[in-house]
């Protein structure tokens, strides 16, 4: 019996999701995507092609403007989470896994990273970053991951290699205050 209810509730898109993500690595999701761009292409090109058509129809008054905020701000953040990763994992794959650049996958590490700039252009012509709600925790998060990455690439080159008792929860409270010591220090800077 349970056979025959399996079979039976599972639709092709189900067994493709759990096909997708039961196992899956990140390489081999890039792997996918890669084999699979023409969406993550039309998505990408979609975002911008979309922020040029909200500015078309959002009108030319501060008060018409202001109504289309919030959808400025979905497509904020629909550019700027892949165009963050991408350039996350490219600063990450060229300053420590030492990746050339003849080997960068377009899909995964240039085109996201080109639509949320040309995005944020388009929107920026027509509303200031400081009207898109959530946009300061965006840029907040930006500098944090780009801390980060420099105190990596710093701690990399050092070439310190420590053997120590100390205990792994103090190791973690410690990376958590630096990492609000370079936030403090970041908003009193800017």
């Known amino acids: 019996m349970s056979v ?6 599972r639709t092709p898109f189900h067994s493709f999701a759990l096909s997708l993500f039961r196992f899956m690595t990140l390489l081999d999701f890039f792997n996918y995507i890669t084999a699979h761009s023409g969406v993550a292409v039309l998505f990408l090109l979609a975002i911008p092609a979309l922020a040029f058509l909200v500015n078309l129809w959002s009108g030319t008054t501060a008060e018409e403007i202001w109504k289309w905020r919030y959808v400025y701000a979905g497509l904020v953040y629909a550019a700027c989470i892949p165009g963050i990763f991408a350039l996350t994992l490219n600063i990450y794959l060229f300053l420590f896994e030492r990746q050339s650049i003849w080997a960068m996958n377009l899909a995964i590490q240039v085109l996201p990273f080109l639509s949320m700039v040309a995005t944020l252009m388009l929107i920026r012509r027509k509303l200031p970053f400081e009207y898109i709600p959530g946009f300061g925790k965006l840029s907040g998060f ?18 310190l290699v420590a053997f120590t008792y100390v205990p792994f929860a103090y190791i973690v409270v410690g990376f958590v205050l630096v990492l609000i010591l370079i936030r403090f220090a970041w908003s009193k800077l800017f």
Not at 4 to 9: H, I, L, M
Not at 142 to 159: E, K, N, P, Q, S
């Open 4 to 9: 025959v209810w399996n079979s039976c509730w």
């Open 142 to 159: 930006m500098t944090l991951i780009f801390a980060l990455i420099g105190i990596m690439w710093f701690v990399d080159r050092l070439r």
